[in-house]
């Protein structure tokens, strides 16, 4: 999704941008642009497709002296929403009169109200050069400046009905930015005498680890150093300054030719880190402080709601089974969206667990203030600490996985589906379960690193069944109980990277309309991991075959039976199905990017998706 980066310090600015866009180009983007103040202009460079056309487009800017004078300014990637992919809709936008721009503006979100208040300022005069949204809010900022770009911002943004994350500088301010949010991240890192603003913490870790996350209709003050935050009604307001616990390394490739494959070998160190010291072996239950929940409380929860989207809700899925198969409690997961625009039934009995990586994304957080509106307890399982979800919650549980950077997430379901797991467990110790059931429990949880070292081993060998698919233009992913999610999670994996159709079904489902598909050209993905119901997709598999279509078990290593009736197997190690709901993932993780990267796709960015799904 868009991105954003600013600056305002002691240093030529443009270098320190255009480095700050390299860092956001993970989130996916269409064109890309600077503004810089110098020479008391605001002089704006964009372009249309890569960071790199931008740079070129600006030649040797180290030696240019507009460049080198220009200490203080915005930048932007943008993913585009109102209008094509291009140059005149790039940001930043400008707002002026004859070509000069008072004002320049880089804007993340959707002004929802844009129409309305661009009929009023064309009413009044103001000639728009792109489609976008974010230029009307440029304008608007212009039509209420008179010689204070704080107070103009704030004005406008009263009159603005949407989201937004903002970065803008005034003509007649040389030395001044402002920045402010409303349900889109604005991040400010904090130097010596300079401060480098950013949409997510990855475009500024290189320069400062000491941070401070702007809360909703935050306008800041920037100037050098010095950072002055207000409200929209400029009443000051203090912020906690907090470190990033990251390091910069952990935001690079590291010898791997993409962050997708790097993330998956991370999974091992990042479901260490998602369980240490929340095992309890010894009580065969799971510590969760950040739940804040005495078991007294737990006991008078009676239900647990699981949201999110994507790849979130899959493992959520796996959250709902656990709870139901450990607690024998009552739980149902549901996409976010769906949750916040039906009149949903929740309350005071029910506790509801928002799963979110990033933490932005607007469909979960906007499910999360209904949830809260209706008096549930609401809970965040969050990657990126200090995102809005895990602030808004205030309570709930860090995955530790580290930045997840590939669009396509993987290490983040293997860390929440561990999580929830863990959450499963502390809700049914805390009812019916036994210790020693507790305790059996935990142990699988504990040795869930070492059996993902025992996939990734398989790389290999996955990668060369990967060579078979890469013609397929179609498959199914089928997979009963347990398994089920991951065949939703396997199938839209390959979707986003590959750009194959696939199509997740109970197993059961198949024959009730799909099976009509199958044929030699329709691949079968069968999660055939030991345990319940694992015969009945056997039956399900022999169906497919004897309808040509060819099966790729996944399988527990050594059932023998399963390898006879599969044209293709990954075996992962023996364990029961709720943690097989993990290894088997990582075995289609592979999988996916094997044959993502044999078709040549561009795996890291894949067209028309966006890290953070931030706008509706
Ligand atoms: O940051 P979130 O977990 O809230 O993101 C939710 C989905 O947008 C995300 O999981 C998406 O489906 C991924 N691209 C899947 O790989």
């Given at each position: 999704?868009?991105?954003?980066?600013?600056?305002?310090?002691?240093?030529?600015?443009?270098?320190?941008?255009?480095?700050?866009?390299?860092?956001?180009?993970?989130?996916?983007?269409?064109?890309?642009?600077?503004?810089?103040?110098?020479?008391?202009?605001?002089?704006?460079?964009?372009?249309?497709?890569?960071?790199?056309?931008?740079?070129?487009?600006?030649?040797?800017?180290?030696?240019?002296?507009?460049?080198?004078?220009?200490?203080?300014?915005?930048?932007?990637?943008?993913?585009?929403?109102?209008?094509?992919?291009?140059?005149?809709?790039?940001h930043p936008h400008g707002a002026g009169q004859d070509g000069v721009n008072r004002?320049?503006?880089?804007?993340?979100?959707?002004?929802?109200?844009?129409?309305?208040?661009?009929?009023?300022?064309?009413?009044?005069?103001?000639?728009?050069?792109?489609?976008?949204?974010?230029?009307?809010?440029?304008?608007?900022?212009?039509?209420?400046?008179?010689?204070?770009?704080?107070?103009?911002?704030?004005?406008?943004?009263?009159?603005?009905?949407?989201?937004?994350?903002?970065?803008?500088?005034?003509?007649?301010?040389?030395?001044?930015?402002?920045?402010?949010?409303?349900?889109?991240?604005?991040?400010?890192?904090?130097?010596?005498?300079?401060?480098?603003?950013?949409?997510?913490?990855?475009?500024?870790?290189?320069?400062?680890?000491?941070?401070?996350?702007?809360?909703?209709?935050?306008?800041?003050?920037?100037?050098?150093?010095?950072?002055?935050?207000?409200?929209?009604d400029a009443r000051p307001v203090k912020r906690e300054t907090s470190d990033i616990?990251?390091?910069?390394?952990?935001?690079?490739?590291?010898?791997?030719?993409?962050?997708?494959?790097?993330?998956?070998?991370?999974?091992?160190?990042?479901?260490?880190?998602?369980?240490?010291?929340?095992?309890?072996?010894?009580?065969?239950?799971?510590?969760?402080?950040?739940?804040?929940?005495?078991?007294?409380?737990?006991?008078?929860?009676?239900?647990?709601?699981?949201?999110?989207?994507?790849?979130?809700?899959?493992?959520?899925?796996?959250?709902?089974?656990?709870?139901?198969?450990?607690?024998?409690?009552?739980?149902?997961?549901?996409?976010?969206?769906?949750?916040?625009?039906?009149?949903?039934?929740?309350?005071?009995?029910?506790?509801?667990?928002?799963?979110?990586?990033?933490?932005?994304?607007?469909?979960?957080?906007?499910?999360?203030?209904?949830?809260?509106?209706?008096?549930?307890?609401?809970?965040?399982?969050?990657?990126?600490?200090?995102?809005?979800?895990?602030?808004?919650?205030?309570?709930?549980?860090?995955?530790?996985?580290?930045?997840?950077?590939?669009?396509?997430?993987?290490?983040?379901?293997?860390?929440?589906?561990?999580?929830?797991?863990?959450?499963?467990?502390?809700?049914?110790?805390?009812?019916?379960?036994?210790?020693?059931?507790?305790?059996?429990?935990?142990?699988?949880?504990?040795?869930?690193?070492?059996?993902?070292?025992?996939?990734?081993?398989?790389?290999?060998?996955?990668?060369?069944?990967?060579?078979?698919?890469?013609?397929?233009?179609?498959?199914?992913?089928?997979?009963?109980?347990?398994?089920?999610?991951?065949?939703?999670?396997?199938?839209?994996?390959?979707?986003?990277?590959?750009?194959?159709?696939?199509?997740?079904?109970?197993?059961?489902?198949?024959?009730?309309?799909?099976?009509?598909?199958?044929?030699?050209?329709?691949?079968?993905?069968?999660?055939?991991?030991?345990?319940?119901?694992?015969?009945?997709?056997?039956?399900?598999?022999?169906?497919?075959?004897?309808?040509?279509?060819?099966?790729?078990?996944?399988?527990?290593?050594?059932?023998?039976?399963?390898?006879?009736?599969?044209?293709?197997?990954?075996?992962?190690?023996?364990?029961?199905?709720?943690?097989?709901?993990?290894?088997?993932?990582?075995?289609?993780?592979?999988?996916?990017?094997?044959?993502?990267?044999?078709?040549?796709?561009?795996?890291?960015?894949?067209?028309?998706?966006?890290?953070?799904?931030?706008?509706?």
């Amino acid at each position: 999704m868009c991105g954003i980066i600013a600056y305002s310090g002691n240093r030529s600015a443009t270098p320190i941008l255009l480095n700050g866009l390299r860092k956001l180009e993970y989130r996916g983007y269409d064109s890309a642009g600077i503004a810089i103040h110098s020479d008391n202009t605001i002089h704006i460079y964009k372009q249309e497709g890569k960071v790199e056309n931008l740079v070129q487009s600006l030649g040797n800017y180290e030696e240019d002296p507009t460049h080198e004078a220009g200490h203080v300014g915005i930048a932007h990637t943008r993913w585009a929403t109102h209008g094509p992919p291009t140059t005149a809709n790039a940001h930043p936008h400008g707002a002026g009169q004859d070509g000069v721009n008072r004002i320049a503006l880089v804007h993340n979100g959707i002004i929802e109200n844009y129409r309305d208040l661009k009929l009023k300022l064309e009413g009044e005069g103001c000639v728009f050069l792109s489609d976008t949204d974010s230029e009307v809010l440029s304008f608007l900022i212009d039509s209420h400046y008179k010689d204070d770009l704080a107070k103009a911002v704030s004005a406008a943004l009263k009159e603005v009905q949407g989201t937004f994350g903002i970065a803008c500088l005034a003509k007649a301010e040389p030395h001044k930015m402002v920045v402010a949010r409303r349900g889109s991240p604005i991040v400010i890192g904090l130097g010596e005498d300079e401060t480098i603003v950013a949409s997510d913490a990855s475009a500024i870790i290189s320069h400062t680890r000491q941070v401070i996350y702007l809360d909703d209709n935050d306008v800041a003050i920037i100037e050098g150093g010095k950072v002055d935050i207000r409200t929209l009604d400029a009443r000051p307001v203090k912020r906690e300054t907090s470190d990033i616990d990251w390091s910069e390394d952990a935001a690079e490739k590291g010898g791997y030719d993409h962050y997708m494959l790097k993330e998956i070998y991370e999974q091992p160190t990042a479901i260490r880190n998602s369980i240490r010291g929340r095992v309890d072996l010894d009580k065969g239950t799971a510590v969760l402080a950040g739940l804040g929940l005495e078991p007294r409380e737990i006991v008078d929860i009676q239900r647990l709601l699981i949201i999110g989207c994507g790849t979130s809700m899959n493992a959520g899925l796996v959250g709902e089974y656990a709870t139901e198969d450990f607690a024998g409690m009552l739980s149902e997961v549901e996409q976010a969206a769906e949750f916040r625009y039906r009149n949903p039934i929740v309350g005071s009995k029910d506790m509801v667990v928002a799963i979110s990586q990033s933490g932005e994304t607007a469909d979960t957080l906007a499910a999360v203030r209904e949830a809260q509106e209706k008096g549930a307890l609401v809970a965040g399982l969050v990657n990126v600490v200090g995102s809005t979800i895990a602030r808004e919650t205030g309570r709930g549980i860090y995955l530790h996985a580290g930045p997840e950077i590939s669009v396509a997430s993987t290490k983040a379901f293997t860390c929440q589906v561990s999580v929830l797991l863990m959450i499963a467990l502390k809700f049914a110790r805390s009812r019916r379960l036994s210790r020693e059931a507790g305790i059996q429990i935990a142990k699988e949880i504990h040795r869930l690193p070492e059996l993902v070292e025992e996939v990734l081993k398989q790389n290999d060998h996955i990668a060369k069944i990967a060579e078979d698919f890469t013609n397929y233009t179609s498959m199914f992913y089928i997979g009963r109980g347990y398994l089920f999610p991951v065949a939703l999670e396997g199938a839209l994996k390959i979707k986003e990277i590959s750009y194959i159709h696939a199509e997740a079904y109970h197993a059961a489902e198949l024959k009730h309309g799909p099976i009509a598909l199958l044929e030699e050209s329709m691949p079968v993905v069968a999660l055939l991991n030991e345990g319940p119901g694992k015969e009945k997709t056997l039956g399900n598999v022999e169906e497919c075959r004897a309808r040509k279509s060819p099966v790729l078990g996944v399988i527990t290593e050594g059932d023998e039976d399963a390898k006879a009736n599969c044209d293709w197997y990954i075996e992962v190690p023996k364990s029961p199905q709720y943690t097989a709901t993990i290894t088997s993932t990582v075995a289609l993780q592979l999988f996916s990017y094997h044959v993502a990267r044999l078709k040549g796709c561009p795996i890291d960015q894949p067209r028309n998706l966006a890290k953070s799904v931030t706008v509706e």
